[in-house]
Structure formats: structure tokens, C-alpha cells
T-cell receptor
């Protein structure tokens, strides 16, 4: 119940294309859903996050879509750029609990020029 | 504004030795989390600490691993009698307390442990 399942494991997109990464969870107590971006040799950094009271959140080229009934959420990267090439992790946590983040296994995104 | 500081960045140990990894949280942050990342894997939660207290250690292996966050000084993750399977990147993250806590964790750049 504490798992967050992420797909695909890797993704190759052409410059200017749309990158889509999907995650699913089981624990309905999760109420915070962030996406982290990690470059090689670096620590993860928060990209964008959503709470279940909204179905979509957009920040620049990055959008989270959230489907509470299906217990799924996804990251869309519009107009993907080579600089977006990184590993992306979805995560979930329960605010008010220990607030630890449970991470998906990650998606390695490669954006070709 | 210094971020989360971890050291050493790289550590090599032989089997049976001890590894000590240190983490200084961001200024003003009172919560520290340790995560382990194996090659091609996601980040696995290990332990959550506040000053002088372990809040959640549900992800810590039962033996050889311990963590502390003393009143003064950095948080320390200690691995005794290391084995090759302990080779991984260990990330520390911090967050503020109370109303300032949005849920975001701020990660350091990690300590990469190699066990020979």
C-alpha cells in the first residue's frame, strides 16, 4: 500500500515533443504528490507538486494531471528540450504523518536535439 | 543561503569497516530524512529525525545501521561492518517545521559509498 508505481522506466523524445510520465498509488491517505528532477551526480530537486483538491497544476512547460478516482497522476513536459534530459521521480506523502516521501522508481528522460 | 550539505561526497570502505555519513540541514530546518538510492532504482526512505529524536525509522535495516541528529552538529548516518550490498548513494533531505512546511524536501547532493 505504500508503493508508488511509475512508468515508463525510460523515455526518448525529440526536441519540441511532449514527454508524459505516469504514476499510480494505492494508499488513499496520500495527500501530497510531488515530482522531482534529478541530474546525474546531483540530488533530486522539486519540480512541481499537487494536492488532491485540484485536478491539474501547470508551471511553465510542466503540468501535473491528477485523477483521484483512478489513483493516478502524471507529468507532462511540453516542448521538451535537451536540457530536460534527466531522471524524473514521482512521489507521495501523507501530511501530518511522518511526512516521508515514497518515491517511484524513476523515469530516465532523454530529449534528442 | 547554503543548501543541505553532505559529506563526504565519496567514500570508499573495505568490507567490515565502518562508514559515517554527515548531513547539515538547510538553515532553519529542523527535520532530517535519509534516503538510499541503488543504481537504476528510486530513493528508498530510511529514517526521519528531528533534533535528538528519531521519528520514523521504518526503512532502516535492523542491523548495522543507525542514525542520530544531536542537539548540536550534523545528522549522522552510521553503517557498521559494511558489506558490498551497502554500496549506494545516500541522500539527506531536510524540511522546516510547522507552518513553513509545505511538504517539500530539500535534498543534498548525496554521499556515494563504495564497498570494496
Amino acid at each position: 500500500q505504500q508503493q508508488v508505481k511509475q512508468s515508463p522506466q525510460s523515455l526518448i523524445v525529440q526536441k519540441g515533443g511532449i514527454s508524459i510520465i505516469n504514476c499510480a498509488y494505492e494508499n488513499t491517505a496520500f495527500d501530497y504528490f510531488p515530482w522531482y528532477q534529478q541530474f546525474p551526480g546531483k540530488g533530486p530537486a522539486l519540480l512541481i507538486a499537487i494536492r488532491p483538491d485540484v485536478s491539474e497544476k501547470k508551471e511553465g512547460r510542466f503540468t501535473i494531471s491528477f485523477n483521484k478516482s483512478a489513483k493516478q497522476f502524471s507529468l507532462h513536459i511540453m516542448d521538451s528540450q535537451p536540457g530536460d534530459s534527466a531522471t524524473y521521480f514521482c512521489a507521495a506523502s501523507i501530511k501530518g504523518g511522518s511526512e516521508k516521501l515514497v518515491f517511484g522508481k524513476g523515469t530516465k528522460l532523454t530529449v534528442n536535439p | 543561503n547554503a543548501g543541505v550539505m553532505q559529506n563526504p561526497r565519496h567514500l570508499v570502505r573495505r568490507r567490515g569497516q565502518e562508514a559515517r555519513l554527515r548531513c547539515s540541514p538547510m538553515k532553519g530546518h529542523s527535520h532530517v530524512y535519509w534516503y538510499r538510492q541503488l543504481p537504476e532504482e528510486g530513493l528508498k526512505f530510511m529514517v526521519y529525525l528531528q533534533k535528538e529524536n528519531i521519528i520514523d525509522e521504518s526503512g532502516m535495516p535492523k542491523e548495522r545501521f543507525s542514525a542520530e541528529f544531536p542537539k548540536e552538529g550534523p545528522s549522522i548516518l552510521r553503517i557498521q561492518q559494511v558489506v558490498r550490498g551497502d554500496s549506494a548513494a545516500y541522500f539527506c533531505a531536510s524540511s522546516p517545521w510547522g507552518k513553513e512546511n509545505t511538504g517539500e524536501l530539500f535534498f543534498g547532493e548525496g554521499s556515494r559509498l563504495t564497498v570494496l
